[in-house]
């Protein structure tokens, strides 16, 4: 049990196993409160109200320096409230405003002791964020040097846990934030950390352009339809390239010197603005999606080369594949809407096609 010591700082006043001192003599140093982003007003605005009427209920903690003065270890929120009502007068007796003594309680703690002391409060009074946790983790590990393994057993949770809280510290610090005021939950934003930065962001504004709630089923939909779509952006790519080669492979053997098979096409003039058509037009039929996504030929080159994956041998019988390569061409042809063809590609992905 850590040892309670009388405090000399100040004019303090002995009541019940706490001190009453001015709040003005306390250090407060960010660096000890696990809170990485400011409460909300509302926040603090509630609790001030809540000092104003009952007083201060609980005491905050504080341990005593090398100069013998006050330095606090738990109690942020309850300390800010006291020096706002000070500071704006709102604590009136007699018709006077008085300022109001914060109660402390002094114990002997190092620095790892003192921090972990204000995250066990935190966390028991439900009042930390789950990115909160995850730069506690992170200080508790970088700079004093704890496993995982002891910071769950400091925790009192699972290694697991400690290690995917931590993953928030992948997010940019916007979504940071919005994970802190409750807009995305933790496990979603989990999920979201251990995406790479640029899917991160193209699902998140996604999702933002379609007002859509951050639950871990969405994210995962979303990731799923996003990978179907590449991997059949992708065949398209492959199936395009291969006249190009094919025709390269249909010139290696023919002698040099011998003339050319007529192509019928226009001689002088006519041939010289064809010539010149043709790069145009393959330009024109490829696309080039955001962020150098796949580049597809044309749709109707995509369209032959999933006919082609639909046909079934003789002796074959329709795999979920095939089932699959019709769909695309009934999408293609418009006989799919949007919606269906993702239902569609999500249940292929998941190995469920009917």
């Excluded at 007083?55 to 003065?69: A, F, I, S």
Aim: negative net charge; aromatic residues 4%; glycine residues 6%.
């Amino acid at each position: 049990m850590a040892k309670k010591m009388e405090i000399v700082a100040g004019d303090a006043i002995k009541m019940a196993g706490a001190f009453e001192v001015d709040p003005q003599e306390i250090i407060i140093n960010a660096d000890d409160d696990m809170r990485k982003f400011p409460p909300a007003a509302s926040e603090l605005d509630d609790l001030i109200g809540s000092i104003c009427a009952e007083g201060q209920h609980q005491p905050v903690l504080c341990r005593r320096t090398e100069e013998n003065r006050l330095r606090l270890v738990v109690g942020f929120q309850r300390l800010r409230a006291i020096l706002a009502i000070n500071e704006s007068g709102l604590h009136i007796v007699d018709g006077e405003a008085v300022p109001l003594r914060v109660k402390v309680i002094v114990e002997d703690k190092d620095d790892p002791a003192a921090f972990l002391a204000s995250v066990a409060e935190n966390v028991q009074r439900r009042e930390a964020s789950a990115v909160d946790l995850a730069y506690s983790i992170d200080r508790l590990m970088t700079e004093f040097g704890k496993s995982q393994a002891e910071v769950a057993r400091l925790l009192k949770c699972n290694q697991s846990t400690v290690s995917e809280l931590h993953t928030l510290l992948n997010l940019p610090v916007a979504a940071q934030r919005r994970v802190h005021k409750g807009e995305i939950g933790a496990w979603a934003a989990i999920e979201l950390a251990k995406l790479d930065p640029g899917d991160r962001r193209s699902l998140m504004e996604e999702m933002d352009q379609d007002k859509a709630a951050y639950t871990i089923t969405e994210i995962r939909r979303r990731r799923r339809v996003q990978k179907a779509e590449d991997e059949t952006m992708g065949a398209g790519e492959e199936m395009a390239e291969e006249p190009e080669t094919a025709a390269e492979e249909s010139t290696e053997g023919q002698p040099e010197g011998e003339p050319e098979q007529e192509t019928g096409e226009p001689e002088g003039q006519d041939q010289a603005e064809a010539a010149e058509e043709q790069p145009a037009k393959r330009k024109r039929g490829r696309p080039k999606r955001e962020e150098g996504a796949v580049r597809s030929r044309t749709a109707k080159e995509i369209r032959l080369f999933w006919e082609s994956q639909a046909e079934v041998g003789e002796e074959e019988e329709a795999t979920d594949y095939h089932k699959f390569a019709r769909d695309v061409v009934k999408f293609l042809d418009g006989k799919l809407s949007d919606g269906q063809m993702a239902n569609r590609i999500i249940k292929f992905h998941d190995g469920k096609y009917e």
